[in-house]
């Protein structure tokens, strides 16, 4: 468990960050709360040349709302989503991540920038519409979460640019259900659901269905949220629809679990999610 | 017991004495010594898992920085004596033991073996460097699959041999080829009892300080007597040349009851550069090449008459040893051979052992060792044959209970349980667990679509180790004894100090030999240090595992604690003009019968021992020290019944425990705070395999669980809060009553939650899931019960 030699560099302004990472070539990496890098670093899974650790570096840190939008910093460390309680499904997600000593160091704008497909929040953000900023040395720009996972921890994020914030609408009028599987309450998640439900009525107004862990990249479940959407809800209509939860999908086995097992917890949990969006019980 | 204080000490809860240390970090391990001019090793291993090595080159990572030397295991053949040491040799049964070197010569056999050694000034540089020693192998084929190692054909792990079978080892008692053809029901199972690992959060590390002709090794070992004796065996140093010293050891479970390559390579680098050496194993290599434990296919025949009365029972284990022998990988499948059978009565016993090389790590000694094994294949048939007859499972285990007067009883195989009251455990368990109420309960659930189900073993397990000519060379064929050792002082002004052959690391004793040794010599046990785990100190002994170190090392400290009492009546007879045999120890003093208040204190006894005045006897030896060797001359046969509830989430085939009940008999306790430590500790090991921990390399041989992402041990988030409760069953073998405990979690709790599981998931059809019993598996279980074959 001894990573390989690297530099460290612990900038104090935004733009020293950016210069330094992008001076330090593709080997030089970020380091936020360490708590996916290091693991890698000590496995020498990863042997970044540098790293350029932003902890100094203000304004990444906190949760704010402006009027009907979250914004939520890059640093803002998963405990901290976890006890924000008005970000709903983003809360709830947060509360799964590992244990309190993972989801006091984590943060969100290190595991967007991961990209690993097994995390809670990515697919959290698909479902959220979420987007971040990026600040690079060219500038800023504005991705949609639906751009920002590109494969097996692979994101849109530039090897120079940092994610310095996440956008999410605030989901106030929709009801939210998150189904985490896994084997220990630490484990990342065999397969997750979160599910986001817009009543009017018992009538399923609006619905949005995020995969966690089903493929190389958080997916979107759009069968399910088109068999639901316009529907009366009831346990049937959901039961109905969880079924198309694993369409499409094409989730590799691994030690835990075989492609059909996934398939067929994608099914029930995003059941349950629903369900629980629902306030059935 | 006269020789004992009022009010004694043994049998309250204490708190550990050693807690304060540890907990607020001021434990020593082995990383916490530092040496100045150390030397750091890494170790290059193999990433083959069965391999001819073509070539080693060293010139990259010779010359890189504080790189002192590259070696391989041709470089260091010279600096072996022998090689690594397997100690059991069976009378009439020949064990294939290939010649196993610290460093790999020629050939690897498994994923992690060593293939060379790099020795540098600090310890990032050394595993740097070992990334850049180039070793060119040439593939050969390999076999992970014990069964699939004995067909014909198979690939071998050592061609010399032509087989892959180790040996083959019986022993039976009664005539069972009788009893299986006279039954009225014979049932069969083939069970496997997969691979797991120890997992010790301390991982393992070695020190090893010449000075002059003398080395000091530090290791993190449950056996530092033992570890001396083998290691001046392989290198060639006279045992007085050689100390080893246990410091602080963050957990065992029977994975540092070994003589590891490291701690051989570590002494003879010392010797070699004359320079003190050191090496802390990562945690993914203490995944790969610290061993592993159990891995056996079990295949069980029950036999009975149609009342449930047992006739007869035969196994016969496979066990996957690995790639190679190591100090006693090919005994453990054997050595819970002697509660084969449970606590039952069964006139027939039979048992086969057939060990296998794989191309995988070791297995040896895992908490348990064999017995847990034999534990869960009992108690699960005993289950499967109740079902069969149409009876209750605990009516069937009643009407079979060797009973509370028939102590001691021999069984078929001629081994003699020391005493026992299996109906008074059960009894106790079932005043806490109202079965009828659950039932109910149970069914209710499954209304609603919520599987409960509860799973019971009433088990016996064998600990103690041991009656040194039992297992020793012309016994069971060990080439070892067991005897423990003790040394008593009592210092000058009334402390003591107690030396103990034994080598605890996390049960306790510091505070339990205490306690056992204040009674007998009137000392507040706050004044009672114990010192163990180094060479240099106090007498030999044969080290902690097999949970004996209470039931033989406390015999020990009680033994030599009664002899230094004897004296210091003799000292204080002296000085109060008294008869030696008018002196009782009471309330810490030793006073004359008949007066209370003509009385000396430990500490006036002692002075006197030490500084003698002129009225004692010059006949009395000066100071106040003995010493106490004990060899039991009978193993201890502790017991219990357990009870676990789980619930099973049919849609997903996720298990949770919801109850665990545990009623243990372990003799008169000496700290009931420390049993109920080791039976929670022992309980969450079994649940771990029960439920999710498994060792598990791919076909090619590469191990898949190399972390505790993928080795999934229990948190305590998986938990529930552990019920323990305790009947009281003195064993007639040692002068404490006491039988070990350090075990009997584990060897209790496998069968519990697998027949909770398999209860609970009943009304769906399922007869049998092999351990793990992860998600994944009950799941495929459900659904092949349900439609005949997983469903997509
Ligand atoms: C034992 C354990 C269990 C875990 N279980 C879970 C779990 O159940 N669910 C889950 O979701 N996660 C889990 N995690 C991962 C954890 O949530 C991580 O903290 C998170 O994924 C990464 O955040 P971080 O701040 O630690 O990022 P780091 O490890 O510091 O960085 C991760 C990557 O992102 C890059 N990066 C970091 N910040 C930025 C930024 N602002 N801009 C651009 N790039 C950046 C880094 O360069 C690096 O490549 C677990 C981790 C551990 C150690």
Same mark, same amino acid.
């Given at each position: 468990?001894?990573?390989?030699?690297?530099?460290?560099?612990?900038?104090?302004?935004?733009?020293?960050?950016?210069?330094?990472?992008?001076?330090?070539?593709?080997?030089?990496?970020?380091?936020?709360?360490?708590?996916?890098?290091?693991?890698?670093?000590?496995?020498?899974?990863?042997?970044?040349?540098?790293?350029?650790? !932003?902890?100094?570096?203000?304004? &990444?840190?906190? %949760?704010? @709302?402006?009027? $009907? +939008?979250?914004?939520?910093?890059?640093?803002?460390?998963?405990?901290? !989503?976890?006890?924000?309680?008005? &970000?709903?499904? %983003?809360? @709830?997600?947060? $509360? +799964?991540?590992?244990?309190?000593?993972?989801?006091?160091?984590?943060?969100?704008?290190?595991?967007?920038?991961?990209?690993?497909?097994?995390?809670?929040?990515?697919?959290?953000?698909?479902?959220?519409?979420?987007?971040?900023?990026?600040?690079?040395?060219?500038?800023?720009?504005?991705?949609?979460?639906?751009?920002?996972?590109?494969?097996?921890?692979?994101?849109?994020?530039?090897?120079?640019?940092?994610?310095?914030?996440?956008?999410?609408?605030?989901?106030?009028?929709?009801?939210?259900?998150?189904?985490?599987?896994?084997?220990?309450?630490?484990?990342?998640?065999?397969?997750?659901?979160?599910?986001?439900?817009?009543?009017?009525?018992?009538?399923?107004?609006?619905?949005?269905?995020?995969?966690?862990?089903?493929?190389?990249?958080?997916?979107?479940?759009?069968?399910?949220?088109?068999?639901?959407?316009?529907?009366?809800?009831?346990?049937?209509?959901?039961?109905?629809?969880?079924?198309?939860?694993?369409?499409?999908?094409?989730?590799?086995?691994?030690l835990?679990?075989?492609?059909?097992?996934?398939?067929?917890?994608?099914?029930?949990?995003?059941?349950?999610?629903?369900?629980?969006?629902?306030?059935?019980? | 017991?006269?020789?004992?204080?009022?009010?004694?000490?043994?049998?309250?809860?204490?708190?550990?004495?050693?807690?304060?240390?540890?907990?607020?970090?001021?434990?020593?391990?082995?990383?916490?010594?530092?040496?100045?001019?150390?030397?750091?090793?890494?170790?290059?291993?193999?990433?083959?898992?069965?391999?001819?090595?073509?070539?080693?080159?060293?010139?990259?990572?010779?010359?890189?920085?504080?790189?002192?030397?590259?070696?391989?295991?041709?470089?260091?053949?010279?600096?072996?004596?022998?090689?690594?040491?397997?100690?059991?040799?069976?009378?009439?049964?020949?064990?294939?033991?290939?010649?196993?070197?610290?460093?790999?010569?020629?050939?690897?056999?498994?994923v992690?073996?060593?293939?060379?050694?790099?020795?540098?000034?600090?310890?990032?540089?050394?595993?740097?460097?070992?990334?850049?020693?180039?070793?060119?192998?040439?593939?050969?084929?390999?076999?992970v699959?014990?069964?699939?190692?004995?067909?014909?054909?198979?690939?071998?792990?050592?061609?010399?041999?032509?087989?892959?079978?180790?040996?083959?080892?019986?022993?039976?008692?009664?005539?069972?080829?009788?009893?299986?053809?006279?039954?009225?029901?014979?049932?069969?199972?083939?069970?496997?009892?997969h691979r797991t690992a120890g997992g010790?959060?301390?991982?393992?590390?070695?020190?090893?300080?010449?000075?002059?002709?003398?080395?000091?090794?530090?290791?993190?070992?449950?056996?530092?007597?033992?570890?001396?004796?083998?290691?001046?065996?392989?290198?060639?140093?006279?045992?007085?040349?050689?100390?080893?010293?246990?410091?602080?050891?963050?957990?065992?479970?029977?994975?540092?009851?070994?003589?590891?390559?490291?701690?051989?390579?570590?002494?003879?680098?010392?010797?070699?550069?004359?320079?003190?050496?050191?090496?802390?194993?990562?945690?993914?290599?203490a995944m790969m090449?610290t061993h592993h434990g159990r891995d056996?296919?079990?295949?069980?025949?029950?036999?009975?008459?149609?009342?449930?009365?047992?006739?007869?029972?035969?196994?016969?284990?496979?066990?996957d040893?690995g790639?190679?022998?190591?100090?006693?990988?090919?005994?453990?499948?054997?050595?819970?051979?002697?509660?084969?059978?449970?606590?039952?009565?069964?006139?027939?016993?039979?048992?086969?052992?057939?060990?296998?090389?794989?191309?995988k790590f070791?297995t040896?000694?895992i908490?348990?060792?064999?017995?847990?094994?034999?534990?869960?294949?009992?108690?699960?048939?005993?289950?499967?044959?109740?079902?069969?007859?149409?009876?209750?499972?605990?009516?069937?285990?009643?009407?079979?209970?060797?009973?509370?007067?028939?102590?001691?009883?021999?069984?078929?195989?001629?081994?003699?349980?020391?005493?026992?009251?299996?109906?008074?455990?059960?009894?106790?368990?079932?005043?806490?667990?109202?079965?009828?109420?659950?039932?109910?309960?149970?069914?209710?659930?499954?209304?609603?679509?919520?599987?409960?189900?509860?799973?019971?073993?009433?088990?016996?397990?064998?600990?103690?180790?041991?009656?040194?000519?039992?297992?020793?060379?012309?016994?069971?064929?060990?080439?070892?004894?067991?005897?423990?050792?003790?040394?008593?002082?009592?210092?000058?002004?009334?402390?003591?100090?107690?030396?103990?052959?034994?080598?605890?690391?996390?049960?306790?004793?510091?505070?339990?030999?205490?306690?056992?040794?204040?009674?007998?010599?009137?000392?507040?046990?706050?004044?009672?240090?114990?010192?163990?785990?180094?060479?240099?100190?106090?007498?030999?002994?044969?080290?902690?595992?097999?949970?004996?170190?209470?039931?033989?090392?406390?015999?020990?400290?009680?033994?030599?604690?009664?002899?230094?009492?004897?004296?210091?009546?003799?000292?204080?007879?002296?000085?109060?003009?008294?008869?030696?045999?008018?002196?009782?120890?009471?309330?810490?003093?030793?006073?004359?019968?008949?007066?209370?208040?003509?009385?000396?204190?430990?500490?006036?006894?002692?002075?006197?021992?030490?500084?003698?005045?002129?009225?004692?006897?010059?006949?009395?030896?000066?100071?106040?020290?003995?010493?106490?060797?004990?060899?039991?001359?009978?193993?201890?046969?502790?017991?219990?019944?357990?009870?676990?509830?789980?619930?099973?989430?049919?849609?997903?085939?996720?298990?949770?425990?919801?109850?665990?009940?545990?009623?243990?008999?372990?003799?008169?306790?000496?700290?009931?705070?420390?049993?109920?430590?080791?039976?929670?500790?022992?309980?969450?090991?079994?649940?771990?395999q029960?439920?999710?921990e498994q060792v598990v390399y791919d076909?090619?041989?590469?191990l898949v669980t190399g972390?505790?992402?993928d080795y999934a041990m229990?948190?305590?988030?998986?938990?529930?809060?552990?019920?323990?409760?305790?009947?009281?069953?003195?064993?007639?073998?040692?002068?404490?009553?006491?039988?070990?405990?350090?075990?009997?979690?584990?060897?209790?709790?496998?069968?519990?939650?697998?027949?909770?599981?398999?209860?609970?998931?009943?009304?769906?059809?399922?007869?049998?899931?092999?351990?793990p019993?992860?998600?994944?598996?009950?799941?495929?279980?459900?659904?092949?019960?349900?439609?005949?074959?997983?469903?997509?």
């Open positions: 468990m001894i990573p390989a030699q690297f530099d460290y560099a612990a900038p104090e302004t935004l733009e020293d960050a950016i210069r330094v990472l992008s001076e330090g070539g593709p080997e030089a990496k970020l380091l936020a709360g360490g708590h996916s890098l290091l693991p890698l670093m000590k496995l020498r899974l990863a042997t970044p040349s540098l790293l350029v650790d !932003l902890r100094k570096v203000p304004g &990444l840190h906190g %949760v704010h @709302r402006d009027n $009907g +939008t979250w914004r939520i910093g890059a640093l803002t460390p998963h405990a901290e !989503l976890e006890h924000t309680a008005e &970000l709903g499904l %983003v809360a @709830r997600a947060a $509360g +799964t991540i590992a244990d309190p000593q993972v989801r006091n160091r984590g943060t969100i704008g290190g595991s967007l920038a991961h990209g690993d497909p097994a995390s809670d929040l990515p697919a959290v953000m698909l479902v959220t519409e979420a987007s971040v900023t990026l600040r690079g040395p060219d500038g800023q720009r504005t991705v949609a979460a639906t751009e920002l996972f590109r494969d097996y921890m692979e994101t849109a994020v530039g090897t120079a640019e940092v994610l310095t914030e996440v956008r999410l609408g605030a989901m106030d009028a929709w009801g939210f259900g998150y189904q985490k599987f896994n084997r220990r309450s630490e484990d990342w998640a065999m397969v997750a659901v979160s599910a986001l439900v817009k009543q009017t009525g018992d009538v399923c107004e609006d619905v949005r269905i995020g995969l966690t862990n089903m493929g190389s990249v958080p997916l979107r479940a759009h069968a399910v949220e088109e068999a639901l959407r316009g529907q009366a809800i009831s346990a049937e209509s959901i039961a109905q629809a969880a079924e198309h939860a694993d369409e499409g999908t094409d989730p590799p086995a691994d835990n679990a075989s492609s059909e097992y996934k398939r067929h917890l994608a099914r029930v949990l995003c059941r349950r999610a629903l369900a629980e969006a629902a306030g059935l019980k | 017991m006269s020789a004992v204080a009022e009010a004694p000490y043994v049998g309250r809860e204490m708190r550990r004495k050693e807690d304060p240390r540890m907990i607020t970090g001021r434990g020593r391990y082995i990383d916490d010594i530092a040496v100045p001019g150390t030397l750091w090793i890494a170790i290059v291993r193999s990433t083959e898992a069965h391999a001819r090595i073509i070539s080693i080159d060293k010139s990259a990572a010779t010359g890189r920085n504080d790189v002192v030397a590259v070696l391989t295991g041709e470089d260091l053949a010279g600096d072996f004596a022998a090689p690594m040491a397997m100690v059991w040799s069976p009378p009439g049964v020949e064990i294939k033991t290939p010649e196993y070197w610290p460093v790999a010569r020629g050939e690897v056999k498994h992690g073996d060593p293939v060379a050694v790099v020795v540098g000034r600090d310890r990032y540089s050394v595993i740097d460097a070992a990334e850049h020693v180039v070793v060119e192998y040439e593939p050969k084929p390999v076999v699959d014990p069964e699939k190692a004995l067909e014909d054909g198979s690939p071998l792990v050592w061609e010399q041999f032509g087989t892959n079978r180790t040996h083959e080892w019986k022993v039976s008692g009664g005539d069972i080829d009788a009893a299986l053809a006279d039954a009225d029901v014979v049932i069969e199972q083939r069970m496997v009892n010790a959060i301390e991982t393992r590390g070695v020190l090893a300080d010449p000075n002059g002709d003398k080395i000091t090794l530090h290791s993190s070992t449950q056996i530092p007597h033992i570890l001396r004796f083998v290691l001046s065996l392989l290198l060639g140093i006279d045992e007085d040349n050689l100390r080893v010293v246990a410091p602080d050891v963050g957990g065992g479970f029977g994975s540092k009851l070994q003589v590891y390559p490291e701690e051989v390579i570590a002494v003879a680098l010392a010797k070699r550069l004359n320079r003190p050496v050191k090496w802390i194993e990562t945690r993914s290599e090449a056996q296919i079990d295949y069980i025949t029950l036999a009975a008459n149609s009342d449930g009365t047992l006739t007869g029972c035969r196994a016969r284990v496979v066990a040893l790639a190679y022998q190591l100090l006693l990988t090919p005994f453990i499948p054997e050595l819970g051979f002697p509660v084969m059978g449970g606590c039952y009565k069964i006139p027939a016993i039979d048992l086969t052992f057939e060990g296998v090389f794989t191309n070791c040896d000694a908490r348990g060792a064999g017995r847990p094994e034999a534990t869960y294949w009992i108690e699960l048939m005993m289950d499967k044959l109740a079902d069969k007859l149409g009876m209750d499972p605990l009516e069937l285990r009643r009407k079979n209970f060797i009973r509370k007067e028939e102590f001691p009883f021999t069984t078929a195989l001629g081994i003699t349980y020391d005493s026992g009251d299996y109906e008074g455990t059960l009894d106790r368990l079932l005043e806490r667990l109202d079965l009828e109420a659950f039932r109910r309960e149970q069914e209710e659930l499954r209304a609603r679509g919520i599987y409960r189900g509860v799973g019971f073993s009433t088990y016996v397990e064998v600990c103690g180790l041991a009656p040194s000519r039992a297992v020793g060379p012309q016994g069971v064929g060990l080439q070892a004894a067991f005897w423990e050792s003790a040394m008593v002082r009592v210092h000058p002004s009334g402390s003591a100090t107690v030396f103990t052959g034994a080598s605890p690391h996390g049960q306790g004793h510091d505070t339990s030999f205490a306690q056992i040794a204040a009674d007998r010599l009137g000392i507040d046990p706050q004044r009672i240090q114990v010192i163990h785990g180094d060479t240099d100190q106090g007498p030999w002994g044969w080290g902690t595992y097999g949970s004996r170190t209470i039931s033989v090392g406390g015999e020990a400290v009680a033994r030599a604690a009664i002899r230094v009492q004897d004296k210091a009546k003799e000292i204080c007879a002296a000085l109060l003009e008294a008869a030696p045999e008018d002196i009782e120890l009471v309330d810490g003093k030793y006073r004359v019968r008949g007066s209370p208040d003509k009385f000396k204190t430990m500490a006036e006894i002692s002075g006197a021992a030490h500084i003698p005045p002129q009225e004692l006897p010059t006949d009395i030896e000066p100071g106040l020290e003995a010493t106490a060797m004990y060899d039991p001359e009978n193993f201890v046969f502790p017991f219990g019944a357990h009870a676990c509830v789980v619930d099973v989430d049919a849609e997903t085939g996720k298990v949770s425990v919801v109850r665990y009940i545990a009623v243990d008999d372990c003799g008169p306790p000496i700290n009931p705070m420390l049993i109920d430590g080791q039976v929670h500790g022992g309980i969450t090991h079994a649940i771990g029960a439920l999710y076909d090619e041989g590469q972390t505790f992402v229990p948190t305590a988030a998986e938990l529930p809060s552990f019920e323990t409760d305790r009947t009281v069953t003195p064993s007639p073998v040692n002068s404490l009553g006491v039988k070990g405990v350090g075990e009997a979690g584990t060897i209790a709790a496998t069968p519990a939650v697998t027949a909770a599981v398999l209860d609970a998931l009943a009304p769906l059809g399922v007869a049998w899931i092999d351990m019993l992860t998600p994944r598996r009950v799941w495929e279980a459900i659904s092949e019960a349900q439609n005949g074959g997983a469903q997509a």
